[in-house]
């Protein structure tokens, strides 16, 4: 089955640097668009970054400059470095697979596997 295993998360200071990745198994990785999310408690998800298969990314407003999402095909890996963190990025980060057709956005309802999340903390 589908499956997909966040790592990397943790603690830093702002103005720090983190890289989260996200091994992906039980599907052809290659083929389809990924995206990295984030949520606060109580706030909604919130898209963060999307790759497609041609490796054409994405990114929210507040993260261009500071984050890169990229993927490795070989590894099945999806990667987001982020650079220059803020306490506003402290969150739960999840990455997810959209496993059908049509553009790669960011809208959480258009992924359809979701991994465990694993928690970036700013301060």
């Known amino acids: 089955h589908v499956q997909l295993v966040e790592s990397g998360g943790g603690s830093v200071q702002a103005g720090g640097s983190l890289r989260l990745s996200c091994a992906a198994s039980?599907?052809?990785?290659?083929?389809?668009?990924m995206g990295w999310f984030r949520q606060v408690p109580g706030k909604e998800r919130e898209g963060v970054a999307s790759?497609?298969?041609?490796?054409?990314?994405r990114y929210t407003d507040s993260v261009k400059g500071r984050f890169s999402i990229s993927r490795d095909n070989a590894k099945n890996t999806l990667y987001l470095d982020m650079n220059g963190l803020r306490p506003e990025d402290t969150a739960m980060y999840y990455c997810?697979?959209?496993?059908?057709?049509?553009?790669?956005?960011?809208?959480?309802?258009?992924?359809?596997?979701w991994g465990q999340g694993t928690q970036v903390t700013v301060s």
């Open positions: 790759i497609d298969s041609y490796r054409v990314t």
């Open positions: 997810a697979a959209k496993l059908t057709g049509g553009y790669c956005l960011t809208a959480s309802s258009d992924f359809d596997v």
């Open positions: 039980g599907y052809t990785y290659s083929s389809y668009c």
